[in-house]
């Protein structure tokens, strides 16, 4: 929807309804993803009026990680898979395993323990990874009404960054890596509790309590190739949280009413240091020199937020007026700039009321129509507060609305969606002043359209979506330019055919380009041999699986072999101007063979 994806930083990440961010106030960017996969059981995407119970980061709407729910009976799965890449360059070797097994040892109560893991190395140089997700789940139900169920979860994640090219480079070999000591590594130790109460047919409490700590340090050496500098950025985050809700059903004339009032409190509280290491011999260590403590920041948000919401039913139509009321404090204490103590403070607080309202009308058992109208608002995070001056920003305010209908009818689903966001005081790191400005007003508009098909008696099915946006910068020297990082046309396509114990899945997956500037330049350019500008191509891949189930082996085990990136397709991204270091043009990923082996217990 033109929002940039990098991060995911204007959409709310939840793992089993548990924020996922660093800090979702603070630091909303998932710069270090701390989750796996191989842990999930679904996603769960909210979008419209009903994300005032989520808020208040929602433009981009609220996507939940679910993991597996703990079966009755014990159970044991592990999927091991192996993957390579085909190139004339590096060729890497990637191992995964995931492993679940749990089950009730009571009536009452249930356990499981969930692992997934990656080892190796990817298609380019320097790009080998290590990553262990370990999460403990259990439930347990108190009496015929009260459940306590939560998680806690450790996850560790340590991997190279293989960084950008020139274009020479790019051109004689775009799997090498110029950069040997890119790095990257983090930790998140987490936990959750949730008690629900039903307390009868129309009444449920729940309370929900969380809190994590994550770390994330980031080497990153400046352009080699004329300047051996070398910093590396180490994060530390302590967020804790409780939410409680309370809903209700009643009767009210001829409408059914659902009621729920809620409260969220967050704590955040954040270290953020940067370190330095100038004039080292071309080739050698970093760390053969001594550092210099750059930058340090003690930062956090105290936020409380107040929703209610009511979805009153009347015969075929559903109305959902709802409100979230945030009230947030933020701020920024610097310690150390430029190597030198200090102690200078910025904070703001913000109170913002953010409406909401959902219509859906059952126009016949098999269409539905719905419309909705949300307010997102995002405050100034951290490292956005000014370290040396009051700070002069204004937090983003977006506003959404949606209309499409919906299709079910035998074998054939449809659905499309319009949708239309305006962004006021729109947010953007500015490389040329080193800090972030307010852009203004934006606006984003689009369809998105999709449809599935099962051909009846065949074992063979089809789907495809496709979504056309546009997002434009409507103030000042940018107006009429694109926003920088979204492709116009994104689109999908798969057919799979079921036959007996075999499954073959073949898809697409194409987008059109991309600017990397706001200035939406269309050649590639290299600035000051530092980092490029220019227009990413649009590309399509096409990825092919065949599966074979094997039931009479371990309950219903089954092996697969894929290809991805069929016909290697070659494309690539830039690292533009806002991110100097590791910059240039990075390859995508060749074609990728790939064998999984599934095993039930």
Same mark, same amino acid.
């Given at each position: ?7 995911s930083?204007?959409?709310t ?25 191989g ?5 769960d995407?909210?979008?419209g ?20 729910d ?97 274009q ?35 009444q ?16 990153l ?14 994060r ?12 209700q059903i009643?009767d ?26 100038n ?6 260590d ?14 956090g ?71 909705? %109208? $949300?307010?997102?608002?995002? !405050? ?6 000014? @370290?040396?001056t009051? #700070? +002069? *920003? ?15 009818h ?26 972030h ?15 599935s ?6 074992g063979?099915?089809? %789907? $495809?979506?496709?979504?056309? !946006? ?6 000042? @020297?940018?107006?009429? #330019? +694109? *926003? ?13 055919y079921?036959?007996d114990v ?15 500037d ?16 220019g ?18 082996v371990?309950?219903?085990?089954n ?23 590791g ?6 990923a ?11 217990f």
């Amino acid at each position: 929807r033109g929002l940039k994806s990098r991060f995911s930083e204007k959409s709310t990440i939840l793992l089993d309804g548990m924020p996922l961010s660093f800090a979702p106030y603070g630091q909303p960017q998932l710069s270090i993803a701390p989750i796996t996969l191989g842990n999930l059981a679904a996603v769960d995407v909210v979008k419209g009026g009903s994300s005032v119970r989520y808020g208040p980061q929602n433009v981009g709407g609220v996507i939940n990680f679910v993991t597996p729910d703990i079966p009755e009976e014990t159970a044991t799965r592990i999927k091991l898979r192996g993957e390579g890449a085909v190139n004339d360059g590096e060729s890497g070797l990637l191992g995964q395993i995931n492993a679940f097994t749990g089950g009730h040892i009571t009536d009452d109560t249930g356990l499981a323990l969930i692992y997934s893991g990656s080892h190796g190395s990817g298609y380019r140089e320097n790009s080998n990874e290590d990553i262990d997700d370990l999460m403990l789940k259990a439930e347990t139900w108190l009496s015929d009404t009260q459940q306590l169920e939560g998680h806690i979860r450790y996850f560790e994640a340590e991997t190279e960054i293989s960084g950008g090219l020139n274009q020479s480079e790019y051109a004689a070999d775009p799997y090498q890596s110029r950069y040997n000591y890119n790095h990257f590594k983090g930790d998140r130790k987490e936990g959750r509790i949730k008690y629900t109460n039903l307390l009868s047919d129309t009444q449920e409490f729940e309370i929900q309590a969380f809190a994590a700590n994550t770390y994330r340090l980031y080497g990153l050496q400046f352009n080699p190739d004329s300047r051996q500098r070398y910093d590396e950025w180490g994060r530390e985050y302590d967020v804790y949280g409780i939410e409680p809700r309370f809903s209700q059903i009643f009767d009210l004339g001829d409408t059914r009413q659902e009621v729920s009032i809620g409260y969220r409190y967050i704590k955040e509280e954040a270290d953020l240091t940067r370190y330095r290491w100038n004039n080292f011999a071309v080739g050698s260590d970093p760390h053969s020199v001594k550092g210099v403590f750059r930058t340090k920041d003690e930062a956090g948000t105290t936020a409380h937020a107040a929703y209610i919401d009511d979805q009153i039913s009347y015969g075929k139509l559903t109305v959902t007026p709802g409100v979230r009321l945030e009230n947030v404090e933020v701020y920024r204490h610097s310690l150390i700039k430029k190597n030198t103590p200090r102690d200078f403070r910025n904070e703001e607080s913000y109170n913002e009321l953010l409406p909401s309202l959902s219509i859906a009308y059952q126009l016949s058992p098999e269409v539905m129509v719905f419309g909705n %109208y $949300n307010t997102s608002f995002g !405050t100034l995070q951290h490292l956005q507060l000014s @370290d040396s001056t009051r #700070n +002069e *920003l204004k937090p983003e305010i977006a506003k959404t609305i949606e209309l499409g209908s919906r299709y079910r009818h035998q074998a054939l689903t449809t659905e499309f969606t319009l949708f239309n966001i305006n962004f006021s005081d729109k947010l953007q790191y500015d490389d040329s002043l080193g800090h972030h400005v307010n852009r203004g007003k934006t606006h984003h508009y689009g369809i998105e359209l999709g449809a599935s098909y099962e051909f009846t008696g065949t074992g063979m099915s089809i %789907y $495809n979506n496709l979504t056309y !946006t546009q997002a434009e910068f409507e103030e000042g @020297d940018l107006a009429g #330019n +694109e *926003l920088p990082y979204y492709s116009n046309w994104i689109g999908n396509l798969g057919l799979q055919y079921q036959r007996d114990v075999w499954t073959y899945n073949i898809e697409a997956y194409g987008q059109s380009k991309q600017y990397s500037d706001n200035e939406n330049t269309d050649s590639l350019a290299e600035i000051n041999n530092t980092y490029f500008i220019g227009h990413l191509p649009g590309f399509i891949t096409w990825n092919a699986r065949a599966s074979y189930q094997m039931p009479t082996v371990l309950n219903g085990s089954n092996v697969s072999v894929g290809i991805k990136n069929l016909f290697n397709q070659n494309y690539y991204t830039l690292s533009g101007p806002d991110q100097p270091y590791g910059a240039g043009i990075s390859a995508g990923a060749p074609l990728t063979t790939y064998v999984e082996l599934d095993m039930a217990f």
